[in-house]
Each structure stands twice: as structure tokens, then as C-alpha cells.
């Protein structure tokens, strides 16, 4: 009954000029402290929803997320989110950026000194130490999720939200962060949710995919674990059983029993 | 026609007379040579001429065609060779200074651009403000527009009888007309650049919980920058309409007034010099804005 995260029975609709739409129905899910969870579902299911709840950004329309026991119903730096866009600010240098996160959370807890070594570790650990001096406009795409995966680590949250952070890359940069990921991931013991709709990353990363319904009033379909130790190597789990049992249970899930249809809006 | 192609020459680029001969076409062979002369020379030379260039031989042409007009025996206005010789004084020592009233122009523009730095300068910092707080709140916006909108219909000059009575005094009236011009557009284009600040930054500053102050510090006002700096150039061009015609009615030692004193004792050539004056003033003004916009907000438009 202790989980370090508790979703507990949530429904999440939207108003808007009368109609109202369910977005999810009866959500509930919990996750263990250092749990890697994926959630994935056809674009539309309401998992950002989910994500955004989670954050505190959106409200419950009923139910509850509990964080420790903890009701959440404001965002905060200790459930940190790295948004799908990389959403730097274009006018803070990559340093200042992680610093400006970095100087709010920490303020009167370290000394300037102690700030400034925290922003450079936390550069270091994505390997965007070099870079520190550049602005987003001046560094690549993959190198900009890096900055805001940084910015979020810095805040040392309690649990750390991605919200497709490596949707917007080419399929090499990809790997790459997934890799950076799994070992920020086996170095610090975070607990992460990660939104995802590419099945592979899904059960690289993951110790339990959850996989969405299609919406309207989308549910919880199946939680799949995924038994594979770590550290996972992409190449030797190209032909590891479990991960093909694993991949081929999230595809069946998506693609034979829940079907993206195309909504006729 | 001699006469007034060596005196456009003379007045607008003084290292050109030794050039122009005494031929009857001068100003056509200037046009001619340059341009083929450009293609040989360096390609920062070739820029300087590119830029320079085309608008010398238009401000040369316009001289030229300024004289043919006015040179007829009956003619209301000044030609240039005319202001050039009544005006002497006033073109070649902007900074001399002879007493209370017998200033050079320079000093006279400074202190009309006083005027306009105390009155601007406030218009710039509740306009900021008030954009910001229009931007944010939608009730803001509902309550505040409309009366914005036709607040920012009114000509400067009106404020100014009101602005009199209010303040009794020639120069706080100056400056609050000023003021009142000027902080529309900076209002109008800071809330549209807060309303359109993206949705990421608003929940990165609610994931750190950044105060409503370091939210206005830190995410606003830079990401609205390109806006508000739009919302400054127009409003500093507004500002320095409005001095002048302001300070023609309030008196004073401006630039506006001196326009004003000119022409009541019919000294039309001195006023063709004020207006280059607040020309050339105005525009370097509306650059000095828009440098440092660019300076300020490089990097922001871009993501």
C-alpha cells in the first residue's frame, strides 16, 4: 500500500464550449522507487494527459496521484518533466539554462560555489559539459534534449517525467540518448516515467511498459514487465527471446487488438 | 545650371567639389563613373558604395531639382544655395553658444531629446508593465483593451491643453505629452508578445515555481523582447513627432520651439535646417532602438 508513486482510480476530462470529452477513464497505476516505466498508446490516447497529471500541470477531474503519500496538485521541481520539445530557453546559454533551474531549487540550500559544480555535473553526466557556453540556436537537436535532460536531473526530482524526449530525433541520435539514459538511469537509481510510442525504445529502456487503450475515456489496456537484466546492450538484445517476446507482446497489444482508428472528427 | 550642380555638390559632400568640373553635366558624370569604378576596387569598398552611394546621388538629384525650383525670381521657399548662405552659422557650428536663446541646433536637439529620454523612458517602463499585466490576465485584457484602443486614437497635441492645466508648467506638460504618445504601441505589442510566449516556458517556470516576479524577470520580458523592442522603435518615432509639435506650443529652447520662433521672424532657411536636424536625429534614434533590440534580444527569435 506504500508505492513511491500511487495513481489512484483518475479520470481526466476536458470542457470546452458544452461538450465535455473524457480523455481517461479509471486510470490507476503504481510505481516502485528506481522503476523504469514506459507508458505507450496510439498519439491521442491521452498519455501526455497522463504525463501532464502526473506533473501537476493539468488537475484531476477525480481521482488522485499520490507521491509519497502526498497528493499532487501543483507542478514542482521534485516530479521534473523533459518536454518532448527540448523547450530550452533560446536566450540562456546551455549553463544558464541548467543554472536557472539549479539557483530556484537550491536557493539558500548551496552555497554559489556548490551551484556552479552542480550545473557542471549534471552537464558532465550528459556529456554537455563542453557546450556549456553555447545557446540552444548553436547546438544540435540531440544535443538540446541532452541540455533539457540535464536541467531536469538537476533539480533532483523525486521522479523524473519524459514526455517522448527522443521523438523529434533521427534514429541514431536516438540510440545515443537512449544509451545516455539507461546509464544516467543505472548510476543515480531515478524513478522515471517516459512516454513513448516507438515500441523498441519501449522495451529497451523499461522495466514495465504500460500500454494505453485508444481514446476517447482511454484506460490502463495491459502492464507488461519486462524481465531483461541490466545493463541492456541494444546490439546482444537483438536477438535476446525475451526482448523479441517482450517486443511482440506490445506490438500484438497495438496493433491486433487495439488499432489505431483514425478519429472522424 | 552650372551654379547648381557645383552647389548641390557642395552642400551635401564637400571632398566631391575638387572632382566636379566646371562641365555643364556634372552631376551625370558622377552617376556614370562611380558604378564602373565600384567593380574594381574591394568588396568592403564595393559595400560602402553600395550603400552610400545611391542615396548621395538621390539626395544630389533632389538638391538640384530643389534649386531649379526655387531659383526663379518669385519663389516662396529658400533654394539651398540660399539656405546655405543665411543659415551658415547654423549648419557648420552646432555647438556654439551665445546666450540663452542664441544656441546652436545641436544643443537645442539635445534638450528636446531630454525631454523625450525622461518622457519616453517612463512610457517604456509602466508600458512594459502594463503589456505584461494586459497579456497575462485575460480579465486584464477585457477590461483594459477597448479603453487602450481608444485612448491610442487620440492626436499627441490634444493631450496637451489638458496636460497644461494639469501641471501648470511648460516642461512637465512637454514630457507627459511625450509620455502619453509614446506608450501605446509599447502597451499594444508587449501584451501580444506575452500572450504569445509557447506554452513550455509557462510550465517550466510553473515546474521550478518561479514567483510571479521571476517569471516576469526571467521567462517574460526576454521572451517577449522582440515585441516589446518592436513596440520601443515605434513608440521613440512617435515621441520625437510629438516633441516637436509640443514644444512649438510650450516654447522653451527645443528644436520644436526654435522651428516656431523661426518662423515668426521669417527665417524660412533655418527652419530647412532644423527639419534636416530632427531628420537625421529622428533616425538615428529609431537605429539606436533597433541596435539594441538586436543586441538584446540575439538568439531569441531563433530556437
Not at chain 1, 524526449?165 to 534514429?171: K, S
Amino acid at each position: 500500500m506504500n508505492a513511491y508513486l500511487k495513481i489512484d482510480h483518475i479520470d481526466k476530462s476536458f470542457e470546452r464550449g458544452g461538450t465535455k470529452t473524457e480523455v481517461l477513464k479509471d486510470v490507476s497505476l503504481t510505481i516502485d522507487k528506481g522503476e523504469f516505466v514506459s507508458i505507450i498508446g496510439h498519439s491521442g490516447c491521452g498519455k501526455s494527459t497522463l504525463l501532464n497529471l502526473i506533473a501537476g500541470l493539468t488537475r484531476v477531474t477525480a481521482g488522485a496521484v499520490l507521491l509519497e503519500n502526498v497528493e499532487v496538485n501543483a507542478p514542482g521541481p521534485e516530479r521534473a518533466v523533459v518536454f518532448q520539445n527540448h523547450s530550452l530557453l533560446p536566450w540562456l546559454t546551455v549553463y544558464e539554462n541548467v543554472n536557472l533551474a539549479v539557483s530556484k531549487v537550491f536557493a539558500g540550500r548551496k552555497t554559489k560555489a556548490e551551484k556552479h559544480e552542480w550545473v557542471m555535473r549534471n552537464l558532465d553526466l550528459v556529456q554537455m559539459g563542453h557546450a556549456k557556453d553555447k545557446r540552444p540556436a548553436e547546438i544540435s537537436g540531440g544535443m538540446k534534449q541532452r541540455v533539457g535532460i540535464a536541467r531536469a536531473l538537476a533539480m533532483e526530482p523525486k521522479i523524473l517525467l519524459l514526455d517522448e524526449p527522443f521523438g523529434a530525433l533521427d534514429a541514431l541520435t536516438r540510440a545515443h540518448l537512449q544509451d545516455a539514459v539507461m546509464e544516467i538511469h543505472a548510476r543515480l537509481g531515478n524513478t522515471i516515467i517516459m512516454i513513448t510510442h516507438d515500441v523498441d525504445e519501449a522495451v529497451l529502456l523499461s522495466d514495465r511498459i504500460v500500454m494505453m487503450t485508444n481514446g476517447p475515456a482511454a484506460r490502463i489496456g495491459e502492464v507488461l514487465e519486462v524481465p531483461i537484466p541490466r545493463p541492456r546492450d541494444r546490439i546482444a538484445l537483438a536477438a535476446d527471446r525475451t526482448y523479441l517476446k517482450s517486443r511482440e507482446a506490445v506490438l500484438k497489444f497495438l496493433y491486433e487488438r487495439h488499432r489505431f482508428v483514425e478519429a472522424a472528427e | 545650371m552650372t551654379a547648381t550642380a557645383r552647389k548641390a555638390d557642395q552642400s551635401a559632400t564637400p571632398k566631391t567639389v575638387s572632382e566636379s568640373s566646371s562641365d555643364k553635366s556634372a552631376t551625370v558624370v558622377v552617376m556614370a563613373q562611380r558604378p564602373a569604378r565600384k567593380l574594381n576596387i574591394q568588396p568592403a569598398l564595393a559595400a560602402i558604395c553600395r550603400n552610400v552611394l545611391p542615396p548621395l546621388v538621390v539626395l544630389i538629384a533632389l538638391l538640384a531639382i530643389w534649386q531649379i525650383a526655387c531659383s526663379h525670381p518669385g519663389a516662396t521657399l529658400p533654394p539651398p544655395s540660399q539656405v546655405w548662405i543665411d543659415s551658415y552659422d547654423l549648419i557648420a557650428f552646432p555647438f556654439f553658444d551665445y546666450g540663452s536663446q542664441d544656441i546652436g541646433l545641436a544643443w537645442r536637439v539635445l534638450i528636446s531629446l531630454q525631454r523625450v529620454a525622461i518622457g519616453f523612458g517612463l512610457a517604456a517602463i509602466v508600458g512594459v508593465f502594463l503589456g505584461a499585466v494586459v497579456g497575462q490576465s485575460i480579465w486584464a485584457m477585457r477590461g483594459l483593451d477597448p479603453i487602450f484602443q481608444i485612448l491610442r486614437t487620440v492626436p499627441p497635441l490634444a493631450w496637451l491643453p489638458l496636460s497644461l492645466a494639469a501641471f501648470q508648467n511648460s516642461n512637465p506638460s512637454a514630457i507627459f505629452v511625450i509620455f502619453i504618445t509614446s506608450i501605446w504601441p509599447v502597451i499594444i505589442n508587449t501584451a501580444v508578445g506575452v500572450r504569445n510566449i509557447p506554452d513550455d516556458y509557462r510550465n517550466i517556470a510553473r515546474v521550478l515555481r518561479l514567483n510571479p516576479l521571476e517569471f516576469f524577470i526571467r521567462i517574460m520580458v526576454p521572451a517577449a523582447a522582440p515585441y516589446i523592442f518592436t513596440g520601443l522603435r515605434i513608440g521613440i518615432g512617435l515621441s520625437w513627432l510629438a516633441i516637436v509639435a509640443a514644444e512649438m506650443l510650450t516654447g522653451g529652447v527645443g528644436i520644436g520651439f526654435f522651428i516656431w520662433d523661426a518662423w515668426n521672424s521669417s527665417r524660412l532657411s533655418d527652419i530647412i535646417v532644423a527639419l534636416a536636424y530632427i531628420g537625421v536625429t529622428g533616425f538615428v534614434l529609431d537605429k539606436l532602438v533597433a541596435l539594441l533590440g538586436n543586441v538584446i534580444t540575439r538568439g531569441t527569435a531563433k530556437n
